[in-house]
């Protein structure tokens, strides 16, 4: 018997579930800013997808022109940073451990923790004009999950320059240097995506999430520690130096930092 197209409606996320494809979208316009509540929806759907074995594909995207300008800078700060990183690690945790491919199509902004939910997609489209980044250096602060895992990806060097210098690159050199997949231009990236996914709903779920498992040298164990020590250097080091605690602020009143190295 066929399935019948499931659609669940949040406020920060669009979800269409036809099995046994899965499609989440951020949906907070105009830049799909991460903020907690869109944590939540993120973590509430990968957990009800997770334990349906009717689909096997997820695929991620962003609403209108963007695919995300990352996690909200206003949950960074002190009395909001603890629970920001633990809610969103574990939507990241979730994405890396499901044995479901997940793939990431990617148009227009796609930074910071936005970033780092497509770089941990099993796959990655991204129209070639995308602008993709991790620019927390310039907040005084850094991402973690690409300091777990961007190494692994595209290499240690290309992983010390993005996370240190914060320097923004197109589609073209993400899928150049392994963070993507593909770049295309972005009037084919649905194109792109569909021909992927049609590959994959005909393959074997169980196939795909024992190949899956084989797959990745950083397992979802070795992952999770080192997630676990980038978030401890974040929450007990990063967050009480002052330099981090100004760059939040002076972001959030709109002016310059003024670092002082402590």
């Not at 996320?13 to 099995?19: A, E, K, M, S």
């Not at 105009?30 to 997808?49: G, H, Q, Y």
């Not at 970033?115 to 995308?130: Q, S, Y």
């Amino acid at each position: 018997m066929e399935s019948s197209p499931v659609e669940i409606a949040r406020t920060r996320l669009t979800v269409d579930i036809v099995p046994p494809l899965a499609r989440i979208s951020l949906n907070k316009p105009p830049l799909n800013v991460i903020d907690i509540p869109t944590i939540e929806e993120l973590a509430a759907v990968l957990a009800e997808i997770d334990t349906r074995r009717d689909i096997s594909v997820i695929l991620l995207s962003g609403e209108g022109k963007a695919f995300s300008v990352g996690v909200d800078v206003a949950a960074h700060t002190p009395d909001k940073v603890e629970e920001m990183l633990q809610k969103f690690h574990a939507v990241i945790r979730a994405l890396v451990a499901t044995k479901k491919v997940t793939i990431a199509a990617v148009r227009g902004h796609c930074l910071g923790g936005g970033a780092e939910l497509a770089m941990v997609c099993d796959m990655v489209f991204t129209a070639d004009g995308a602008q993709w980044g991790f620019p927390e250096i310039n907040l005084g602060c850094y991402p973690p999950v690409a300091c777990t895992a961007l190494a692994a990806l595209i290499g240690q060097k290309r992983a010390a320059e993005l996370i240190l210098t914060g320097r923004t690159i197109t589609g073209t050199e993400a899928a150049e240097i392994g963070l993507a997949t593909r770049a295309v231009e972005e009037g084919q990236l649905s194109a792109a995506v569909e021909e992927c996914v049609q590959k994959l709903v005909n393959l074997s779920p169980a196939a795909l999430g024992a190949a899956k498992k084989a797959l990745y040298a950083w397992d979802s164990i070795h992952f999770d520690k080192g997630l676990a020590r980038s978030e401890k250097v974040y929450l007990e080091e990063l967050m009480k130096t002052f330099d981090a605690c100004e760059g939040i602020a002076a972001f959030l009143e709109k002016r310059s930092p003024k670092w002082e190295g402590r």
